[in-house]
């Protein structure tokens, strides 16, 4: 069994062992003149300076976020780094880990809104690099204060309803330092679940850009030069084989 096979035997085995607990992740086989070699698809993506944080922000998810932008400003401090977020939220803490990350590595953060951004994904979102913060047409955003639940004894839960107030409020203050909107506002509209289409959360400062589009087809000036060309020589091929027949 040649060394490459073994590799990819023995990836695709690991990558069962993870699908059957974190669902499938596709591989991606890639050949060079140094032989083939197998990704998986966010490894493939992070060669290309890409994150993807999908699904809830977790102290997990928050790990790997923050592992992968330290490891790509140690390949570059100028190369932008592109995070694409689908996301509902989740820890407060865990995404004030990946927030200040993103403010205290060298190279730019450019965010993309693929699905949707909700409660801390939207501060991620928010916190990208100013004029590289994007939305696609159909996504949703939403921002609302901090949220909890507490038992136990009345001084521990007054407590942790301060600890909660301090958090609403330093919140509160990212998003003005990012959106450029008033505090007033902010915390008029934090009060309670508040959904933003993309041009909302433009005109609120979360985004810089509503991304359309493309056009299905480009039109490449080169083709009118070269395929004529090409045409001819073919038509002149096919003329001097029928010629040469008996």
Not at 81 to 86: D, F
Not at 141 to 163: F, L, N
Request: proline share 6%; glycine share 6%.
């Amino acid at each position: 069994m040649s060394k490459f096979l073994h590799y990819f035997c023995k990836k695709i085995q690991q990558r069962i062992i993870y699908s059957r607990q974190f669902g499938h992740i596709p591989i991606v086989v890639e050949q060079s003149g140094r032989g083939d070699r197998a990704y998986d698809i966010y490894s493939r993506l992070l060669r290309e300076r890409i994150i993807c944080l999908m699904g809830p922000i977790t102290d997990y998810t928050s790990s790997l976020i923050i592992a992968q932008l330290l490891f790509l400003q140690a390949e570059s401090t100028n190369k932008p780094i592109h995070m694409y977020i689908n996301s509902p939220g989740g820890v407060i803490t865990s995404g004030l880990g990946i927030y200040d990350t993103m403010q205290y590595i060298l190279p730019p953060v450019a965010t993309w809104c693929v699905g949707q951004a909700c409660s801390m994904a939207s501060l991620i979102l928010a916190a990208g690099e100013k004029g590289m913060r994007h939305s696609l047409p159909n996504s949703r955003i939403m921002i609302h204060q901090p949220s909890g639940g507490v038992t136990g004894q009345a001084t521990d839960i007054k407590i942790q309803a301060e600890e909660i107030l301090k958090m609403k409020k330093q919140i509160n203050y990212l998003y003005v330092k990012h959106t450029g909107t008033a505090l007033e506002r902010v915390e008029l509209s934090v009060e309670r679940d508040n959904f933003m289409s993309p041009n909302e959360a433009l005109e609120f400062g979360i985004i810089d850009k509503v991304l359309t589009s493309p056009p299905k087809t480009k039109h490449v000036p080169e083709l009118d030069k070269i395929l004529p060309k090409r045409m001819d020589v073919f038509n002149q091929t096919m003329a001097n084989q029928s010629t040469l027949k008996p």
